[in-house]
Nanobody
């Protein structure tokens, strides 16, 4: 199982970025994909996640209304569209996967055990 996160960069406050998490090595069904971020000196934070079973999504309060998670099963890719970016969104962003039929029966949140992690992609928002 491999997850490849990309799309980070430097953007001014108020700008937008779209992160991609390309998945391989597993059948792109029965999954939950989560986006997490970690800023220097801070704990890792669950930002958003999406379930393949019903398309349900989760957003942290800090990003609600600004970020949108989506999936393209044909491309085995999950996206995180980030709009109205703020300097406090600056962090390394990671995607992670939870696989298996279990995702059909549980509420998907970042607090679940995600077994597979991609490398991070840096997002820097300047003021």
């Amino acid at each position: 199982v491999q997850l490849q996160a990309s799309g980070g960069g430097l953007v001014q406050a108020g700008g937008s970025l779209r992160l991609s998490c390309a998945a391989s090595g597993f059948t792109f069904d029965d999954y939950a994909i989560g986006w997490f971020r970690q800023a220097p000196g801070k704990e890792r934070e669950g930002v958003s996640c999406i379930s393949s079973s019903d398309g349900s999504t989760y957003y942290a309060d800090s990003v609600k209304g600004r970020f949108t998670i989506s999936s393209d099963n044909a491309k085995n890719t999950v996206y995180l569209q980030m709009n109205s970016l703020k300097p406090e969104d600056t962090a390394v962003y990671y995607c992670a996967a939870l696989l298996g039929v279990v995702v059909r029966y549980i509420h998907i949140t970042p607090g679940l055990r995600y077994d597979y992690w991609g490398q991070g992609t840096q997002v820097t928002v300047s003021s």
